[in-house]
Protein backbone atom coordinates (compact mmCIF):
# COMPACT_ATOMS: atom_id res chain seq x y z
CA UNK A 1 0.00 0.00 0.00
CA UNK A 2 3.03 2.30 0.86
CA UNK A 3 3.60 2.29 -3.15
CA UNK A 4 0.08 2.79 -4.11
CA UNK A 5 -0.62 6.00 -1.91
CA UNK A 6 2.49 7.50 -3.00
CA UNK A 7 1.84 7.03 -6.50
CA UNK A 8 -1.00 9.33 -5.75
CA UNK A 9 0.94 11.83 -5.46
CA UNK A 10 1.41 12.31 -9.43
CA UNK A 11 -1.97 13.61 -9.31
CA UNK A 12 -0.44 16.75 -8.21
CA UNK A 13 2.70 17.13 -11.02
CA UNK A 14 1.23 19.58 -13.92
CA UNK A 15 2.20 18.50 -17.41
CA UNK A 16 2.20 21.54 -20.20
CA UNK A 17 -0.39 20.63 -22.06
CA UNK A 18 -4.26 21.59 -21.54
CA UNK A 19 -7.05 19.97 -20.83
CA UNK A 20 -9.39 18.55 -23.67
CA UNK A 21 -11.88 21.44 -22.41
CA UNK A 22 -9.15 23.63 -22.31
CA UNK A 23 -10.06 24.61 -18.27
CA UNK A 24 -6.61 23.77 -16.74
CA UNK A 25 -3.29 21.75 -17.25
CA UNK A 26 -3.58 18.22 -17.61
CA UNK A 27 -1.57 16.09 -14.87
CA UNK A 28 0.48 13.13 -15.30
CA UNK A 29 -2.05 10.84 -13.34
CA UNK A 30 -5.02 11.70 -15.98
CA UNK A 31 -2.48 11.91 -18.58
CA UNK A 32 -1.38 8.27 -17.88
CA UNK A 33 -4.94 7.12 -18.13
CA UNK A 34 -5.97 8.68 -21.22
CA UNK A 35 -2.45 7.21 -22.85
CA UNK A 36 -4.00 3.92 -21.78
CA UNK A 37 -6.93 4.38 -23.24
CA UNK A 38 -5.58 5.29 -26.48
CA UNK A 39 -3.40 2.03 -26.29
CA UNK A 40 -7.10 -0.02 -25.91
CA UNK A 41 -8.31 1.93 -28.44
CA UNK A 42 -5.82 2.33 -31.22
CA UNK A 43 -4.72 -1.37 -30.78
CA UNK A 44 -5.70 -1.81 -34.76
CA UNK A 45 -2.28 0.95 -35.35
CA UNK A 46 -0.19 -0.96 -33.15
CA UNK A 47 2.52 -2.53 -35.58
CA UNK A 48 2.48 -6.72 -35.44
CA UNK A 49 4.03 -8.24 -32.68
CA UNK A 50 3.21 -5.50 -30.12
CA UNK A 51 1.28 -6.63 -26.83
CA UNK A 52 -1.26 -4.05 -25.99
CA UNK A 53 -1.87 -5.43 -22.33
CA UNK A 54 2.19 -4.85 -22.17
CA UNK A 55 1.94 -1.22 -23.53
CA UNK A 56 -0.90 -0.35 -21.41
CA UNK A 57 0.86 -1.57 -18.36
CA UNK A 58 3.72 0.44 -19.52
CA UNK A 59 2.02 3.42 -19.78
CA UNK A 60 -0.02 3.02 -16.13
CA UNK A 61 3.59 3.58 -15.10
CA UNK A 62 5.60 5.29 -17.19
CA UNK A 63 5.57 8.68 -15.61
CA UNK A 64 5.64 7.58 -11.55
CA UNK A 65 8.70 9.02 -11.66
CA UNK A 66 8.08 12.70 -12.24
CA UNK A 67 6.34 12.32 -8.72
CA UNK A 68 10.35 13.19 -7.28
CA UNK A 69 11.48 14.68 -10.83
CA UNK A 70 8.83 16.78 -11.94
CA UNK A 71 7.67 16.88 -15.76
CA UNK A 72 9.48 18.24 -18.08
CA UNK A 73 8.11 19.89 -20.90
CA UNK A 74 9.76 18.47 -24.18
CA UNK A 75 9.47 22.17 -26.20
CA UNK A 76 11.20 23.29 -22.89
CA UNK A 77 15.02 24.57 -23.19
CA UNK A 78 17.24 21.55 -23.03
CA UNK A 79 14.41 19.08 -23.06
CA UNK A 80 15.85 17.02 -25.50
CA UNK A 81 18.61 15.84 -24.05
CA UNK A 82 19.22 16.35 -20.29
CA UNK A 83 21.20 14.66 -18.49
CA UNK A 84 20.50 16.10 -15.50
CA UNK A 85 16.96 15.35 -15.70
CA UNK A 86 17.60 11.26 -16.86
CA UNK A 87 20.11 11.10 -13.28
CA UNK A 88 16.77 12.41 -11.45
CA UNK A 89 14.74 9.94 -13.17
CA UNK A 90 16.45 7.16 -11.90
CA UNK A 91 17.02 8.03 -8.43
CA UNK A 92 13.07 8.22 -8.55
CA UNK A 93 12.74 4.77 -10.41
CA UNK A 94 15.06 3.49 -7.32
CA UNK A 95 12.78 5.35 -4.83
CA UNK A 96 9.47 4.31 -5.73
CA UNK A 97 9.69 0.96 -7.14
CA UNK A 98 11.81 0.25 -4.27
CA UNK A 99 8.61 0.64 -2.21
CA UNK A 100 7.27 -2.51 -3.58
CA UNK A 101 8.10 -6.13 -2.59
CA UNK A 102 11.58 -6.81 -4.70
CA UNK A 103 10.07 -9.47 -7.03
CA UNK A 104 7.34 -6.96 -8.20
CA UNK A 105 9.47 -3.83 -7.97
CA UNK A 106 12.37 -5.22 -10.06
CA UNK A 107 9.09 -6.42 -12.67
CA UNK A 108 7.74 -2.42 -12.58
CA UNK A 109 11.06 -1.09 -12.90
CA UNK A 110 12.06 -3.41 -15.97
CA UNK A 111 8.59 -2.34 -17.36
CA UNK A 112 9.93 1.51 -16.50
CA UNK A 113 13.48 0.58 -18.05
CA UNK A 114 12.28 -1.21 -21.24
CA UNK A 115 10.01 2.41 -22.15
CA UNK A 116 12.93 4.23 -21.65
CA UNK A 117 15.09 2.09 -23.28
CA UNK A 118 12.83 2.62 -26.69
CA UNK A 119 14.44 -0.25 -28.26
CA UNK A 120 11.57 -3.13 -28.50
CA UNK A 121 8.29 -2.93 -30.47
CA UNK A 122 6.17 -2.55 -27.18
CA UNK A 123 8.37 0.45 -25.63
CA UNK A 124 7.71 2.36 -29.20
CA UNK A 125 4.45 1.96 -29.45
CA UNK A 126 3.98 3.30 -25.90
CA UNK A 127 6.66 5.80 -26.25
CA UNK A 128 4.60 6.54 -29.55
CA UNK A 129 1.37 6.99 -27.99
CA UNK A 130 2.88 9.29 -25.52
CA UNK A 131 3.68 11.71 -27.65
CA UNK A 132 0.51 11.65 -30.06
CA UNK A 133 -1.51 11.93 -27.41
CA UNK A 134 -0.54 16.06 -26.48
CA UNK A 135 -0.91 17.19 -30.22
CA UNK A 136 -4.62 16.13 -30.60
CA UNK A 137 -5.23 18.09 -27.53
CA UNK A 138 -2.91 21.01 -28.64
CA UNK A 139 -5.31 20.59 -31.98
CA UNK A 140 -8.33 20.30 -29.27
CA UNK A 141 -7.48 23.50 -28.01
CA UNK A 142 -6.53 26.06 -30.18
CA UNK A 143 -2.91 24.91 -30.19
CA UNK A 144 -2.21 24.52 -26.58
CA UNK A 145 1.51 23.73 -25.67
CA UNK A 146 2.62 24.68 -28.89
CA UNK A 147 1.30 28.56 -28.18
CA UNK A 148 2.98 28.52 -25.28
CA UNK A 149 6.10 27.60 -26.58
CA UNK A 150 6.08 29.50 -29.33
CA UNK A 151 6.59 25.88 -31.37
CA UNK A 152 6.78 25.41 -35.36
CA UNK A 153 5.47 22.75 -37.74
CA UNK A 154 9.25 21.94 -38.43
CA UNK A 155 9.79 21.72 -34.41
CA UNK A 156 6.78 19.41 -34.07
CA UNK A 157 7.84 17.01 -37.18
CA UNK A 158 11.10 16.74 -35.44
CA UNK A 159 11.00 16.50 -31.65
CA UNK A 160 7.21 14.33 -32.15
CA UNK A 161 6.86 13.22 -35.52
CA UNK A 162 10.27 11.05 -35.12
CA UNK A 163 9.33 9.34 -32.12
CA UNK A 164 5.51 8.67 -33.55
CA UNK A 165 6.58 7.47 -36.48
CA UNK A 166 9.31 5.13 -35.30
CA UNK A 167 6.72 2.95 -33.18
CA UNK A 168 3.18 3.76 -34.97
CA UNK A 169 3.61 4.71 -38.51
CA UNK A 170 0.20 4.74 -39.55
CA UNK A 171 -0.45 7.24 -36.56
CA UNK A 172 2.02 9.86 -37.68
CA UNK A 173 0.48 9.52 -41.21
CA UNK A 174 -3.12 10.35 -39.98
CA UNK A 175 -2.19 13.38 -37.74
CA UNK A 176 0.97 15.26 -39.95
CA UNK A 177 -1.40 16.29 -42.10
CA UNK A 178 -3.38 17.46 -39.15
CA UNK A 179 -0.72 19.40 -37.86
CA UNK A 180 0.68 21.02 -41.57
CA UNK A 181 -3.34 22.32 -41.48
CA UNK A 182 -3.13 23.96 -38.18
CA UNK A 183 0.36 25.73 -38.71
CA UNK A 184 -0.57 26.67 -42.15
CA UNK A 185 -3.62 28.53 -41.45
CA UNK A 186 -2.28 31.31 -39.68
CA UNK B 1 -10.29 10.46 -32.35
CA UNK B 2 -13.79 11.43 -31.64
CA UNK B 3 -14.38 9.01 -28.36
CA UNK B 4 -10.62 9.67 -27.23
CA UNK B 5 -10.65 13.39 -27.04
CA UNK B 6 -14.47 13.13 -26.42
CA UNK B 7 -12.95 10.49 -22.93
CA UNK B 8 -10.77 13.37 -21.78
CA UNK B 9 -13.43 15.48 -20.60
CA UNK B 10 -13.41 12.74 -17.63
CA UNK B 11 -10.76 14.86 -16.29
CA UNK B 12 -13.84 17.44 -14.90
CA UNK B 13 -15.95 14.74 -13.54
CA UNK B 14 -15.09 15.61 -9.71
CA UNK B 15 -15.30 12.82 -7.16
CA UNK B 16 -16.10 12.79 -3.15
CA UNK B 17 -12.70 11.82 -2.67
CA UNK B 18 -9.56 13.51 -1.63
CA UNK B 19 -6.19 13.07 -3.33
CA UNK B 20 -3.45 11.41 -1.18
CA UNK B 21 -1.92 14.90 -0.50
CA UNK B 22 -5.18 16.05 0.58
CA UNK B 23 -4.60 19.09 -2.18
CA UNK B 24 -8.35 18.88 -3.73
CA UNK B 25 -11.23 16.37 -4.67
CA UNK B 26 -9.71 13.60 -7.01
CA UNK B 27 -11.22 13.45 -10.47
CA UNK B 28 -12.73 10.36 -12.71
CA UNK B 29 -9.99 10.10 -14.86
CA UNK B 30 -7.29 9.83 -12.45
CA UNK B 31 -9.05 7.82 -9.89
CA UNK B 32 -9.31 5.02 -13.10
CA UNK B 33 -5.59 5.33 -14.03
CA UNK B 34 -4.82 4.70 -9.87
CA UNK B 35 -7.38 1.76 -9.92
CA UNK B 36 -5.57 0.21 -12.79
CA UNK B 37 -2.34 0.71 -11.23
CA UNK B 38 -3.88 -0.94 -7.88
CA UNK B 39 -5.14 -4.14 -10.57
CA UNK B 40 -1.65 -3.90 -11.46
CA UNK B 41 0.08 -3.87 -8.22
CA UNK B 42 -2.39 -6.30 -6.20
CA UNK B 43 -2.89 -9.05 -8.67
CA UNK B 44 -1.57 -11.89 -6.04
CA UNK B 45 -4.83 -10.63 -4.05
CA UNK B 46 -6.82 -11.52 -7.14
CA UNK B 47 -9.10 -15.13 -6.73
CA UNK B 48 -8.05 -17.79 -9.17
CA UNK B 49 -9.30 -17.19 -12.28
CA UNK B 50 -8.95 -13.77 -12.85
CA UNK B 51 -7.54 -11.97 -15.61
CA UNK B 52 -6.19 -9.04 -14.55
CA UNK B 53 -5.25 -7.43 -18.42
CA UNK B 54 -9.36 -7.60 -18.52
CA UNK B 55 -9.82 -6.32 -14.90
CA UNK B 56 -7.26 -3.52 -16.16
CA UNK B 57 -8.97 -2.49 -19.53
CA UNK B 58 -12.73 -2.74 -17.37
CA UNK B 59 -11.01 -0.40 -14.97
CA UNK B 60 -9.62 2.36 -17.26
CA UNK B 61 -13.54 2.67 -19.25
CA UNK B 62 -15.85 2.05 -15.94
CA UNK B 63 -16.43 6.04 -15.15
CA UNK B 64 -16.95 7.03 -19.02
CA UNK B 65 -20.33 7.36 -18.40
CA UNK B 66 -19.64 9.99 -15.89
CA UNK B 67 -18.97 12.37 -18.53
CA UNK B 68 -22.68 12.86 -19.15
CA UNK B 69 -23.81 11.47 -15.85
CA UNK B 70 -21.81 12.66 -13.11
CA UNK B 71 -20.53 11.33 -10.17
CA UNK B 72 -23.08 9.89 -7.64
CA UNK B 73 -20.95 9.64 -4.13
CA UNK B 74 -21.55 6.26 -2.52
CA UNK B 75 -22.52 7.81 0.43
CA UNK B 76 -24.61 10.55 -0.79
CA UNK B 77 -28.41 10.04 -0.01
CA UNK B 78 -30.23 7.58 -2.63
CA UNK B 79 -27.26 6.66 -3.98
CA UNK B 80 -27.44 2.83 -3.14
CA UNK B 81 -30.13 2.47 -5.59
CA UNK B 82 -31.12 4.85 -7.95
CA UNK B 83 -32.99 4.04 -11.09
CA UNK B 84 -32.68 7.64 -12.09
CA UNK B 85 -28.78 7.26 -12.45
CA UNK B 86 -28.71 3.61 -13.49
CA UNK B 87 -31.13 4.86 -16.76
CA UNK B 88 -28.62 8.48 -17.49
CA UNK B 89 -25.72 5.62 -17.30
CA UNK B 90 -27.25 3.61 -19.74
CA UNK B 91 -27.88 6.21 -22.18
CA UNK B 92 -24.42 7.83 -21.46
CA UNK B 93 -22.81 4.17 -22.43
CA UNK B 94 -25.41 4.66 -25.70
CA UNK B 95 -23.55 7.74 -27.16
CA UNK B 96 -19.90 7.40 -25.54
CA UNK B 97 -19.61 3.93 -26.69
CA UNK B 98 -21.67 4.82 -29.98
CA UNK B 99 -18.45 7.44 -30.93
CA UNK B 100 -16.51 4.09 -31.52
CA UNK B 101 -16.55 2.02 -34.76
CA UNK B 102 -19.00 -0.17 -34.32
CA UNK B 103 -17.52 -3.44 -33.65
CA UNK B 104 -15.51 -1.42 -30.88
CA UNK B 105 -17.81 0.38 -29.29
CA UNK B 106 -19.67 -3.15 -28.75
CA UNK B 107 -16.82 -4.59 -27.25
CA UNK B 108 -16.01 -1.66 -24.52
CA UNK B 109 -19.85 -1.44 -23.89
CA UNK B 110 -19.98 -5.32 -23.14
CA UNK B 111 -16.61 -4.91 -21.08
CA UNK B 112 -18.61 -1.73 -19.30
CA UNK B 113 -21.82 -3.91 -18.99
CA UNK B 114 -19.99 -6.76 -17.85
CA UNK B 115 -18.63 -4.67 -14.74
CA UNK B 116 -21.62 -3.30 -13.74
CA UNK B 117 -23.27 -6.61 -13.30
CA UNK B 118 -20.72 -7.65 -10.80
CA UNK B 119 -20.96 -11.27 -11.77
CA UNK B 120 -18.05 -12.81 -13.29
CA UNK B 121 -14.87 -12.86 -11.04
CA UNK B 122 -13.10 -10.27 -13.74
CA UNK B 123 -15.85 -7.95 -12.90
CA UNK B 124 -16.19 -8.35 -8.95
CA UNK B 125 -12.45 -8.18 -8.69
CA UNK B 126 -12.38 -4.89 -10.67
CA UNK B 127 -15.58 -3.64 -8.16
CA UNK B 128 -13.58 -4.68 -5.33
CA UNK B 129 -10.51 -2.63 -6.63
CA UNK B 130 -13.42 0.28 -7.06
CA UNK B 131 -14.31 0.33 -3.63
CA UNK B 132 -10.82 -0.58 -2.12
CA UNK B 133 -9.31 2.65 -3.22
CA UNK B 134 -11.42 5.06 -1.84
CA UNK B 135 -11.24 3.93 1.95
CA UNK B 136 -7.27 3.81 1.59
CA UNK B 137 -7.24 7.38 0.15
CA UNK B 138 -9.51 8.23 3.41
CA UNK B 139 -7.46 6.55 6.07
CA UNK B 140 -4.34 8.39 4.86
CA UNK B 141 -6.13 12.03 4.30
CA UNK B 142 -7.80 12.10 8.42
CA UNK B 143 -11.31 10.71 7.36
CA UNK B 144 -11.67 12.22 3.51
CA UNK B 145 -15.23 11.43 2.33
CA UNK B 146 -16.29 9.73 5.12
CA UNK B 147 -15.96 12.73 7.29
CA UNK B 148 -17.73 15.10 4.18
CA UNK B 149 -20.68 12.25 4.44
CA UNK B 150 -20.90 11.25 8.38
CA UNK B 151 -20.21 7.62 7.49
CA UNK B 152 -20.46 5.19 10.52
CA UNK B 153 -18.16 1.90 10.32
CA UNK B 154 -21.15 0.16 10.04
CA UNK B 155 -21.92 2.25 7.21
CA UNK B 156 -18.46 1.95 5.62
CA UNK B 157 -18.91 -1.94 6.13
CA UNK B 158 -22.51 -2.37 4.79
CA UNK B 159 -21.81 -0.24 1.38
CA UNK B 160 -18.13 -0.87 1.29
CA UNK B 161 -16.90 -4.18 2.74
CA UNK B 162 -19.30 -6.17 0.95
CA UNK B 163 -18.34 -5.29 -2.12
CA UNK B 164 -14.74 -5.94 -1.60
CA UNK B 165 -15.28 -9.28 0.04
CA UNK B 166 -17.32 -10.09 -2.76
CA UNK B 167 -14.43 -9.76 -5.26
CA UNK B 168 -11.46 -9.56 -2.89
CA UNK B 169 -12.07 -11.44 0.52
CA UNK B 170 -8.15 -10.87 1.31
CA UNK B 171 -8.13 -7.34 0.48
CA UNK B 172 -11.09 -7.11 2.77
CA UNK B 173 -9.31 -8.72 5.44
CA UNK B 174 -6.57 -6.70 4.93
CA UNK B 175 -8.62 -3.65 5.11
CA UNK B 176 -11.32 -3.97 7.36
CA UNK B 177 -8.97 -4.02 10.99
CA UNK B 178 -7.82 -0.77 9.78
CA UNK B 179 -11.21 1.06 9.36
CA UNK B 180 -12.33 -0.05 12.36
CA UNK B 181 -8.95 1.30 13.91
CA UNK B 182 -9.99 4.42 12.43
CA UNK B 183 -13.84 4.78 14.01
CA UNK B 184 -12.88 3.33 17.20
CA UNK B 185 -10.06 6.59 17.68
CA UNK B 186 -12.37 9.36 18.07
CA1 LIG C 1 5.59 11.80 -20.21
Same mark, same amino acid.
Given at each position: MAFLMEA @?? $???VERATWTVDGARMENSAEHSWHLALFAMTLS????????IDRVIRMLLLHDLVEID? @?? $??????????SAAQAAAETRAADRIFGLLPPDQGAAFRALWDEFEANETLDARFAKALDRFQPPNLNLATGGGSWTTYNVDAEMVRRRVGTRISNGAPSLWAWLSPRIARFFTKD
Open positions: @GR $LTADEAPEGVSS @GD $LPFFADGAED
